[in-house]
């Protein structure tokens, strides 16, 4: 029998075949992960699956037509081979018409099965990575690095897609570094307002006494020195985006300001009785959570409620450590451009200190390290040159936990060329749990296989 490879969601009811046919794709080199029943199967067959489905069409609850139907809802260019009984064969035949990528009748030979899921899988291989050049086409046109496979950098990416041309304001949260500006901006880029002015304000770089007129603008003579009339942020952002950075450094005097804005859609300038109507979309930034009290400190719960229309979260960079290569490789690739030298080559220094820190800067301390390696400054001639960084205070023991699971995956692949199958047993792990761990942690069982 022809060896193949790839992943393959295998559904059928009946145990004793299930098991049969997951041994039989097993020995072709399939990684299988079996279902009892169509609805589990949903559960893990979404966009992002890169593997092949294959059911049974005679089955209780949800058969294997409708399983093909919810499949091609999710994503239409995702292949569903159907196993069929003899008097199903006309319902198959009408299913390939309809899209399903082949049909099997009963009784069938393994060498036809695995046949069918070698040329599956191939398709479904230059789908997803059409699909992931096509994405980094988009991003590196628009100078943008939220790149990444990471689990929930690909659902941020398809969020920003689907709420671009919302009129919702937006409340971003991450920690420094991670790329809230970069979200605001994609924001603005991917939606309608793209034609109109991006504004961005830090509320945290700006002494209070100049903060309210750079918002809200003023008229002249509205005080002491103020000769000409200006046109705040706000005003100035009608039409496009507003982002607002560091929100929770904003004055609790202005956030009152700043939620009548919101609430109605107008502003009146200092020293003005005019009021002007707005076409504003208000992204702000946090890199604390401000629904905890704990946290917010002075700023207003009701600000909070009112901006937190649409929330996203940016995971720091060592939640999603299987980008930081990509992320590093991008990098590097911009500043030998910029700097004007050949693409330095990434010796054991410099991969060992990728995979080891922590990054507490996250997205930005990565791309200053990329402008010191294009220079020629690696770890080794960092380490004579600066003071020993003063150790992180120590993460929680769950996190802690994660982290040390989430690296015994990656050895585990590493280990095995991406061979899902080999890592799964040398972890001793049940398929259905490791398939749940890499959604978890956002790894990719692609990145460790050789180009």
Not at 69 to 78: G, S, T
Not at 342 to 354: E, G, I, R, T
């Given at each position: 029998?022809?060896?193949?490879?790839?992943?393959?969601?295998?559904?059928?009811?009946?145990?004793?075949?299930?098991?049969?046919?997951?041994?039989?794709?097993?020995?072709?080199?399939?990684?299988?992960?079996?279902f009892d029943n169509a609805e589990a199967a949903l559960g893990v067959v979404d966009r992002n699956f890169e593997g092949v489905v294959v059911s049974d069409i005679r089955m209780p609850g949800m058969n294997g037509l409708q399983l093909f139907?919810?499949?091609?809802?999710?994503?239409?260019?995702?292949p569903v081979i159907l196993v069929t009984g003899h008097g199903d064969v006309d319902l198959a035949v009408a299913a390939l018409k309809d899209g399903v990528y082949?049909?099997?009748?009963?009784?069938?030979?393994?060498?036809?099965?695995?046949?069918?899921?070698?040329?599956?899988?191939?398709?479904?291989?230059?789908?997803?990575?059409?699909?992931?050049?096509?994405?980094?086409?988009?991003?590196?046109?628009?100078?943008?690095?939220?790149?990444?496979?990471?689990?929930?950098?690909r659902r941020l990416r398809e969020t920003l897609r689907q709420i671009a041309d919302m009129d919702v304001d937006v409340l971003v949260e991450g920690e420094t570094g991670t790329g809230k500006e970069v979200v605001a901006d994609l924001l603005h880029r991917w939606g309608r307002r793209r034609a109109?002015?991006?504004?961005?304000?830090?509320?945290?770089?700006?002494?209070?006494?100049?903060?309210?007129?750079?918002?809200?603008?003023?008229?002249?003579?509205?005080?002491?020195?103020?000769?000409?009339?200006?046109?705040?942020?706000?005003?100035?952002?009608?039409?496009?985006?507003?982002?607002?950075?560091?929100?929770?450094?904003m004055p609790p005097a202005l956030q009152v300001?700043?939620?009548r804005v919101l609430e109605t859609r107008s502003l009146?300038?200092?020293?003005?009785?005019?009021?002007?109507?707005?076409?504003?979309?208000?992204?702000a930034a946090t890199k604390v959570d401000l629904g905890r009290q704990d946290q917010r400190g002075d700023f207003r719960e009701d600000l909070y409620f009112r901006l937190n229309v649409v929330m996203l979260r940016i995971p720091p960079l060592r939640e999603r450590r299987g980008d930081i290569e990509m992320l590093f490789g991008h990098f590097l690739g911009k500043a030998a451009e910029r700097f004007g030298?050949?693409?330095?080559?990434?010796?054991?220094?410099?991969?060992?200190?990728?995979?080891?820190?922590?990054?507490?800067?996250?997205?930005?301390?990565?791309?200053?390290?990329a402008d010191r390696v294009a220079l020629g400054l690696g770890p080794d001639e960092e380490t004579r040159s600066s003071p020993p960084r003063s150790p992180a205070p120590a993460a929680a023991l769950p996190e802690r936990v994660g982290h040390y699971e989430a690296?015994?995956?990656?050895?585990?692949?590493?280990?095995?060329?991406?061979?899902?199958?080999?890592?799964?047993?040398?972890?001793?792990?049940?398929?259905?749990?490791?398939?749940?761990?890499?959604?978890?942690?956002?790894?990719?069982?692609?990145?460790?296989?050789?180009?």
């Open positions: 029998m022809t060896q193949g490879s790839g992943l393959v969601a295998l559904v059928d009811d009946d145990a004793d075949l299930l098991h049969a046919t997951t041994q039989l794709l097993e020995l072709a080199g399939f990684t299988v992960i079996g139907d919810r499949v091609k809802a999710v994503d239409p260019d995702l082949d049909f099997i009748p009963k009784p069938y030979a393994g060498e036809r099965l695995v046949e069918a899921l070698k040329r599956a899988s191939e398709k479904r291989r230059l789908v997803m990575e059409n699909r992931r050049l096509r994405e980094a086409a988009a991003l590196a046109a628009d100078g943008m690095p939220l790149i990444g496979e990471a689990l929930a950098i109109k002015p991006f504004v961005a304000l830090n509320c945290g770089a700006l002494p209070e006494t100049v903060i309210e007129s750079e918002l809200f603008g003023h008229e002249a003579g509205a005080f002491t020195g103020a000769q000409r009339r200006r046109i705040g942020s706000i005003e100035h952002s009608s039409g496009g985006t507003l982002f607002l950075d560091e929100i929770e450094s300001k700043l939620l009146t300038p200092l020293g003005s009785n005019e009021t002007r109507r707005l076409d504003l979309r208000v992204v030298r050949p693409v330095a080559k990434v010796n054991a220094a410099v991969s060992h200190h990728l995979q080891s820190h922590d990054w507490p800067g996250n997205v930005r301390e990565l791309a200053h390290f690296q015994l995956i990656r050895d585990a692949l590493r280990d095995h060329a991406g061979d899902v199958r080999g890592a799964i047993d040398a972890l001793g792990v049940p398929r259905k749990t490791f398939y749940d761990k890499l959604k978890r942690y956002g790894i990719a069982a692609s990145d460790f296989r050789p180009s």
